[in-house]
T-cell receptor, first 114, second 111 residues
Framework: NAGVTQTPKFQVLKTGQSMTLQCAQD?????MSWYRQDPGMGLRLIHY???????DQGEVPNGYNVSRSTTEDFPLRLLSAAPSQTSVYFC?????????????FGDGTRLSIL | RKEVEQDPGPFNVPEGATVAFNCTYS??????FFWYRQDCRKEPKLLMS???SGNEDGRFTAQLNRASQYISLLIRDSKLSDSATYLC????????????FGAGTRLAVHP
């Protein structure tokens, strides 16, 4: 009963490094998304996908890339890490048109950029 | 103005107390509303959806006031286990719906 799985749980990077945050779900959900959460702010949408092969930008997409080659996986790539990207990242999925569907979140990835 | 605004708290209440949180939203066309709960350093989890007529789930009651563009969450008979941050979530219509999260209201229930 895995749900949404995120790896890694913690990561420290140096400025300029790149990395990929992994997200996988086993619920056959069409919709997947990435959020970042910073102190004093709500979760902000980075990118989302409404199905395999379809992605779009959210509120704060700069510095991040995504792809969706399968229904299950939705990795988030940091192209050149910056200290401003220090945050907690959550991946979420939901079934179909999620306006009335609960979002299922992964445990989060705590990322520090030095 | 933020799209979804919440009082950050903290609300410090004794066990057994009744506590209420409000949340205001700016987009009058929003159609879906939710309360999520987030424990410290954990992922958000859906607490309840908010329906136009108001709805109740055990000790929790959610209300929607479209005219004033706010939603509320009432918790009765507070338990220590209710200590958490409560996130107000509103959809933004137009194109594919996107959810906007409030920054959260922190609740601390003490013995």
């Amino acid at each position: 009963n895995a749900g949404v799985t995120q790896t890694p749980k913690f990561q420290v990077l140096k400025t300029g490094q790149s990395m990929t945050l992994q997200c996988a779900q086993d619920m056959n959900h069409e919709y997947m998304s990435w959020y970042r959460q910073d102190p004093g702010m709500g979760l902000r949408l980075i990118h989302y996908s409404v199905g395999a092969g379809i992605t779009d930008q959210g509120e704060v997409p700069n510095g991040y890339n995504v792809s969706r080659s399968t229904t299950e996986d939705f990795p988030l790539r940091l192209l050149s890490a910056a200290p401003s990207q220090t945050s907690v990242y959550f991946c979420a999925s939901s079934y179909g048109d999620y306006s009335n569907q609960p979002q299922h979140f992964g445990d989060g990835t705590r990322l520090s950029i030095l | 103005r933020k799209e979804v605004e919440q009082d950050p708290g903290p609300f410090n209440v004794p066990e057994g107390a009744t506590v209420a949180f409000n949340c205001t939203y700016s987009n009058s066309a929003s159609q879906s509303f939710f309360w999520y709960r987030q424990d410290c350093r954990k992922e958000p989890k859906l607490l309840m959806s908010v329906y136009s007529s108001g709805n109740e789930d055990g000790r929790f009651t959610a209300q929607l006031n479209r005219a004033s563009q706010y939603i509320s969450l009432l918790i009765r008979d507070s338990k220590l286990s209710d200590s958490a941050t409560y996130l107000c979530v509103v959809n933004t219509p137009g194109g594919y719906n996107k959810l906007i999260f409030g920054a959260g209201t922190r609740l601390a229930v003490h013995p």
